[in-house]
């Protein structure tokens, strides 16, 4: 089975430029979640997909982030403009849904590293 | 404000002894508890998980304990391997939430 892919891998690009970001989540997968790790700290929440609905995007920083996730398949994490603070790790996780029990095992894909000059 | 806080940026342990990872959470809402490990160029991988139902979860080599009381957790490794050189990161998510809420990871090292 495929695990959580996310491209590209890296992608440099100066202040004020728009980058997006994919995700391709496990397949049969309802949530996908967005992570960012900043200059080696906490991997911090950003949102969380449940099929195709924004079930909780209280971790976006501000309006310059905007996520889609088209069909409820892969996701996409658009940065316009970007800016030096936005530089760092973007994770995507995904997980099943299974009612009743406690927070569904999260599984990782291998990160996305933006750098914003 | 830091909900989840592993105070140890970094541990050295001797390959066959035992490695023994803390974290602290502030938040009483925590009811599920989790360790990641991660390696370069990786994403997190899940290793074990604890519900607040419980004080103590076993898995191999792997065991995690949970003092409510004191709000801490701490997983413990035994015997440790050279392939258990990663950063491990303690992460919370509180009932109803599906969000996971991380500390700032440490960064154990084991020597042959």
């Known amino acids: 089975e495929a695990g959580v892919t996310q491209f590209p891998s890296h992608s440099v690009i100066e202040k004020g430029q728009t980058v997006t970001l994919r995700c391709d989540p496990i397949s049969g997968h309802d949530n996908l979640y967005w992570y960012r790790r900043v200059m080696g700290k906490e991997i911090k929440f950003l949102l969380h997909f449940v099929k195709e609905s924004k079930q909780d995007e209280s971790g976006m920083p501000n309006n310059r982030f905007l996520a889609e996730r088209t069909g409820g398949t892969y996701s996409t994490l658009k940065v316009q403009p970007a800016e030096l603070e936005d530089s760092g790790v973007y994770f995507c996780a995904s997980s099943q849904d299974n009612p009743g029990k406690y927070t569904d095992t999260q599984y990782f894909g291998p990160g996305t590293r933006l750098t914003v000059l | 404000d830091q909900q989840v806080k592993q105070n140890s940026p970094s541990l050295s342990v001797q390959e066959g002894r035992i490695s023994i990872l803390n974290c602290d959470y502030t938040?009483?809402?925590?009811?599920?508890f989790l360790w990641y490990k991660k390696y370069p160029a990786e994403g997190p991988t899940f290793l074990i998980s604890?519900?607040?139902?419980?004080d103590k979860n076993e898995d191999g080599r792997f065991t995690v304990f949970l003092n409510k009381s004191a709000k801490h957790l701490s997983l413990h490794i035994v015997p440790s391997q050279p392939g258990d050189s990663a950063v491990y990161f303690c992460a919370a998510s509180a009932l109803g939430a599906q969000k996971l809420v991380f500390g700032q990871g440490t960064r154990l090292t084991i020597n042959p």
């Open positions: 604890i519900s607040s139902i419980k």
């Open positions: 938040n009483s809402m925590f009811d599920y």
